[in-house]
């Protein structure tokens, strides 16, 4: 008895949702099976669910932070202005995002195998996770409080260093998968690493572009 | 023909047994850096059990301190620390990571994978865990000993010990292990997600790779907010910050919040997939069909949601406001209908079935009827006037270990012996196992049932002296304990004993459905001869022969 169905017998019309939804939230619609040979797929879904998991470290510590600020009444101990808006940090955040733009066009560099290209590409997106960090701990130097004053400091340490620690990771995966586009053959196999060095850089942006309106652009 | 249980998988091959692949895994495997799924899922049940049994021994000097009110066994200091790393082992280090060493050998071949998604991350993954728990086990070596705030930490306890040397132990080795789930949790979720064969879809999963599925989403999105409640905690005793300390304006309720919204789930991450054992075992030993599976492996996604937001009624005394704890309460409630939906399901599935009362199903049985009374003390526990009585007292106490003890630790044993055939190649010695399950059914009873009254009487927790009025149930939970304790040596000797030289086993010796059964016992390296296809959904117990009854070695 040879069977004909594989279709999953789930109540919703998952077939007509599936055509609607982009290519990367596809991977978690259930399925009849039988995909376990597409490497490339799974190994970026198993990603994919890695970083959301992450993302929920991020989510507890903003949580903390909102939960904090709305609960203490004097936020800003006597004498200390808090974190600053100043220019430095407003070209950090644009370096920072715009990162993104050109990390996306190494890998699509990659996927037209011009590798020099996607050397180039790939090589100034470090270079602008490098300024970023530079800047970073050029503000930190010139700040007015620590980690133990108040609220403010351990908050502001704390979001900033953990999300710089995730810059830090990015720079070093992008370093990996440079030194590996060299070895010849690399991408036979597929390039799992730069797609997931990509997706993790763009998550560190959206991070940043969160903390950044919570931190900076929030008034007290 | 029509009744060939084996139709409904093309491909498997029954002649697997002598083939190129089916050879034996040597012991030395069991101490290498193995990728093979089944390798690791072993190592992880063996270490934790070694675990369990280090979480036991504290259990019974914590019992031993508690026979007379006076404090006369162990000093204070180092009774806060029996208790605190009682909870820890026993959570951390035995129950979360023993389900990921069953779901790890099981899951790949419940759904007819070769191996998990990620082989070497999984690998990764169980060799954290001996590190974490030697690391916790060490602060017993501190002059200042170990971490004395519970299992729950709270600051500002967890803030005030002298030196927190223990404390920072504490949280270091939980950070360790926690990174390890969260590469379990990836492994599975993919592996599910991206491994089934041919033709298994969703809704013919076993309900126990449902449970492991819903189980796994709850590390992956709740853990990581305990991860980070503990690093802010760690930042509070090592750098200066002032997250937690109510002194400099910090917060310690926030804690509670970050703790209890994984710690919370934490318990349906350690019971969903003991369901899914009782789903298993209770079709196979009543020949009936699992009553509606469909219902079940909904239900099981359901607990899985409202497990998430009903983190605060442990929090109904600490300054909760009113709307949050109706909100909390009503939620805590609503648990009880797809836990009802399962008790219910298993009812049905057992009534009218043909029963073989053989080991693992008396674990099963005894595990479910026992979660019925922990589920009502639950709903109680769920009531917020009744909590604010009982509030931090022993009825707390015995309802959780009615839990995690009657339910999962019985539920454990029923699918260590239902799977140890398929592990092993080889059988244990039935009447050994019934010794086991009587003598764990009535010490686990006699330790945990005396707690009730004793909270109800207001008897608080984590105290080592208290007023002799008490005294007549503790000594009665103190000699259950005993007999707990040694209740584990029959089960000791028959696994080990039988693994060594037990008779060979039969591919199927219960006359199970699901894949598992359907290759050889034990299997061959990458599971299967030819990947099966599916056809039909799991639990087709109408199938069988008459003669085809599920029977222990020793018995024919």
């Known amino acids: 008895m040879e069977s004909s169905t594989h279709k999953d017998e789930s109540p919703i019309p998952l077939e007509a949702l599936r055509r609607l939804l982009p290519n990367w939230l596809k991977r978690f619609l259930p399925s009849g099976g039988g995909r376990a040979h597409d490497e490339h797929g799974k190994s970026m879904f198993g990603f994919t669910v890695f970083l959301l998991s992450e993302s929920v470290v991020f989510v507890s510590f903003f949580v903390t932070y909102i939960t904090l600020r709305l609960t203490t009444p004097h936020w800003l101990p006597p004498g200390v202005k808090g974190p600053d808006l100043s220019t430095a940090v407003m070209i950090n955040s644009v370096v920072l995002v715009s990162s993104s733009f050109v990390i996306q066009a190494a890998e699509g560099a990659l996927k037209n195998r011009n590798l020099n290209r996607f050397r180039l590409l790939w090589l100034a997106t470090s270079a602008m996770g490098i300024f970023f960090l530079v800047g970073e701990v050029r503000e930190w130097l010139g700040l007015d409080f620590g980690l133990s004053t108040g609220l403010v400091g351990g908050t502001f340490y704390v979001l900033t260093g953990f999300h710089g620690l995730h810059v830090f990771t990015g720079i070093l995966l992008q370093m990996i998968m440079l030194v590996r586009s060299f070895i010849p053959g690399n991408y036979d196999q597929g390039d799992f690493g730069v797609s997931a060095a990509t997706l993790f850089w763009h998550f560190v942006d959206v991070i940043w572009v969160i903390l950044f309106s919570l931190v900076y652009l929030w008034r007290a | 023909m029509t009744n060939n249980p084996r139709e409904g998988i093309a491909g498997a091959d029954e002649s697997a047994e002598n083939s190129h692949s089916t050879q034996q895994t040597t012991w030395r495997e069991y101490f290498s850096f193995s990728t093979d799924h089944k390798v690791i899922g ?135 292990i926690g990174i390890s789930s969260i590469m379990g949790g990836v ?128 929090m109904f005394a600490s300054v909760t406001p009113g709307w949050m704890r109706i909100l909390f309460m009503f939620t805590s409630m609503l648990v009880a209908v797809p836990t009802g939906i399962k008790e219910f399901a298993w009812t049905a599935t ?87 399950f009587w003598l764990t059914f009535i010490g686990a009873n006699l330790t945990f049932f005396p707690m009730h009254p004793l909270g109800l009487h207001g008897m608080l927790r984590r105290v080592s002296s208290y007023d002799p009025e008490y005294q007549w149930w503790n000594v009665i939970a103190s000699l259950g304990s005993f007999l707990l304790g040694m209740s584990t040596l029959p089960f000791i000797a028959n696994i080990v004993g039988s693994w060594l030289r037990g008779p060979k086993a039969e591919n199927n010796p219960w006359h199970a459905t699901g894949l598992e059964w359907q290759t050889s016992s034990p299997p061959p390296k990458e599971n299967f001869e030819e990947i099966p296809v599916v056809t039909e959904p799991p639990y087709h117990y109408n199938d069988f022969g008459e003669t085809e009854q599920p029977e222990a070695a020793g018995q024919e």
């Open chain 2, 42 to 176: 072993v190592q992880y049940m063996v270490t934790t059990f070694i675990f369990f049994l280090i979480g036991g021994l504290l259990a019974m000097i914590i019992r031993g301190e508690l026979i007379t009110p006076k404090l006369d066994v162990v000093d204070r200091p180092l009774y806060n620390g029996l208790f605190t790393l009682h909870g820890t082992i026993m959570i951390f280090l035995w129950i979360i990571p023993f389900n990921v060493g069953l779901a790890n050998y099981l899951v790949p071949l419940m759904i007819g994978a070769r191996d998990m998604a990620f082989p070497r991350l999984n690998a990764i993954a169980f060799w954290m865990i001996p590190p974490g728990g030697l690391l916790l086990l060490s602060s017993f070596l501190l002059k200042s000993g170990t971490a004395q705030a519970g299992w729950w930490s709270y600051p500002p306890v967890s803030l005030q010990s002298p030196h927190n040397q223990g404390e920072v132990i504490w949280i270091l080795s939980l950070v360790i």
């Open chain 2, 350 to 436: 057992v009534w009218r079935g043909r029963l073989h009362l053989l080991t693992p199903m008396l674990f099963a049985l005894g595990g479910a009827v026992m979660f019925l009374f922990a589920g009502i003390t639950g709903v109680m526990l769920a009531s917020t006037p009744f909590d604010l009585h009982v509030n931090n007292t022993y009825f707390v106490v015995g309802h959780f270990h009615y839990v995690v003890y009657n339910t999962i630790t019985m539920g454990i044993f029923a699918a260590i012996y239902f799977w140890f055939p398929k592990i092993t190649g080889r059988m244990y010695v039935e009447g050994w196992g019934k010794i086991h």
């Open chain 2, 187 to 314: 492994n599975f979720i993919t592996t599910i997600f991206w491994m089934r064969a041919p033709g298994m879809t969703f809704f013919r999963m076993p309900i126990f790779v449902w449970s492991i599925l819903s189980s796994q989403l709850l590390q992956l999105f709740c853990l990581p907010a305990l991860t980070g409640g503990l690093i802010l905690l760690l930042l509070d005793i090592t750098a200066g910050t002032n997250f937690f300390k109510p002194s400099e304006g910090g917060n310690p309720i926030l804690y509670q919040h970050l703790f209890w919204f994984y710690s919370h789930p934490a318990v349906y991450v350690m019971v969903l997939p003991i369901f899914g054992v009782f789903s298993e075992i209770l079709p196979a030993f009543s020949r009936n069909p699992l009553f509606g599976y469909r219902s079940v492996a909904l239900a099981t996604i359901a607990l899985a949601v409202i497990s998430t937001v009903v983190w605060a009624h442990h």
